[in-house]
């Protein structure tokens, strides 16, 4: 039998789009409850790795009800975050229940069931899907990984340069990840650092006279595609060095026609400055491995001691709603935000797409919007 007689809505994941969503519930006087699977909130930000750094500002970075301390400067760092989503949670007072997952979600004639750890099952009578963009670390399944005699991780795995001092590093993808990688592994001592790049990336300051990248993108959003496209190039020319002699051309397709195709612009901490003192190598992407040797699709090889591949995550949705119809054919959810599907109402997603305008403005932006139609559906 369900565990829970009253019903409360159930936010699953203690990131910072669920613990958003919990205190606008909690605003508007609705019982919510976060079911985080990990010790603590916040568990994907602490594992990421030392280095980083918010790209979005610290006012366009907070979630609703609680501004960010002016102490922790204009870019956040992972820790300053982490602790944000600490003192968060003690502000609004939010019912946290950790080591718990949430394995399926199933309709019921009046909501919705949970089935979680340890053979629980919760009732709900709304539900909010948390669980993060970057939920399952995947890396491609190149042929002759498994021959490879060097050390292969994701990009989830690394935390600092210090394992990998005097050591032959391949990071593989340009994001922004890839970048900060490759730079940090630049900086603290790796011997040699090539960056695997399949598609150019657009780059861009991260500040401009002090007008941050984020700020534009938040202007931008409802703008025609080519009109972004075509200020975009222009804005490039100006700030950015051209990098196709040192093996990173500008891209062919427009800034913003890659934004929508889910491709966000790398943001300038460092990159451009390696590239062009060739302390980072760019390379054309891994096409196959074979022994010692990492063969690219230029038909050349290289023979790196370590490949760290920031090639992204997945939702890992699949198990969890995968049965009710609700997913894309790559796995995103097919409504987020405020609207539900129509075989599933009361069914929320929240955190699936990745906006120029920055992610944590967007969580805080749909926390609220989401809050508003659990509070009018239940009247």
């Not at 750890?117 to 948390?130: C, K, M, N, P």
């Not at 021959?147 to 795995?157: C, D, K, P, R, Y």
């Not at 990098?243 to 491709?263: D, F, I, K, N």
Request: no cysteine.
């Amino acid at each position: 039998m369900p565990e829970t007689p009253h019903s409360p809505v159930y936010v699953i994941g203690g990131g910072p789009g669920g613990l958003a969503v919990a205190a606008a519930l909690g605003e508007r006087g609705i019982h919510a409850v976060v079911l985080e699977k990990s010790r603590a909130v916040a568990a994907s930000w602490r594992g990421h790795y030392d280095r980083l750094v918010l790209h979005t500002t610290r006012r366009l970075s907070a979630l609703p009800g609680h501004p960010i301390p002016r102490s922790f400067g204009r870019w956040l760092s992972r820790d300053d975050l982490v602790r944000y989503l600490e003192q968060y949670v003690e502000h609004h007072r939010l019912e946290i229940v950790t080591g718990v997952e949430v394995h399926r979600v199933d309709r019921t004639a009046d909501g919705w069931l949970l089935r979680a750890t340890g053979g629980r099952e919760l009732a709900a009578s709304a539900v909010v899907v948390a669980t993060g963009y970057n939920h399952t670390p995947h890396v491609p399944d190149w042929p002759g990984l498994d021959t490879f005699s060097g050390e292969v991780l994701h990009a989830g795995e690394y935390r600092n340069a210090e394992p990998y001092r005097g050591r032959d590093v391949l990071v593989v993808g340009s994001g922004n990840t890839g970048a900060d990688i490759a730079v940090d592994l630049a900086e603290h001592g790796a011997a040699r650092v090539r960056l695997a790049v399949r598609t150019p990336p657009h780059i861009v300051r991260r500040s401009t006279a002090g007008w941050p990248a984020q700020w534009t993108g938040v202007l931008v959003r409802r703008l025609p595609r080519r009109l972004v496209d075509r200020a975009a190039a222009r804005m490039a020319r100006w700030s950015v060095p051209d990098l196709a002699p040192y093996g990173l051309p500008r891209p062919e397709t427009g800034l913003y026609s890659r934004v929508l195709e889910g491709a966000i612009p790398v943001q300038d901490v460092g990159l451009v400055d390696a590239v062009r003192k060739r302390k980072v190598e760019p390379v054309p992407a891994p096409q196959a491995f074979k022994d010692d040797r990492v063969l690219l699709s230029d038909g050349s090889d290289v023979s790196p001691d370590t490949v760290i591949a920031a090639t992204g995550y997945r939702r890992g949705l699949e198990g969890l709603v995968g049965h009710l119809d609700l997913l894309d054919g790559r796995g995103r959810p097919r409504h987020h935000g405020p609207r539900s599907a129509e075989n599933a109402p009361g069914l929320y997603f929240t955190g699936y797409t990745n906006p120029i305008s920055g992610m944590l403005r967007e969580l805080a932006l749909d926390a609220r919007r989401i809050a508003k139609a659990v509070d009018l559906a239940s009247r």
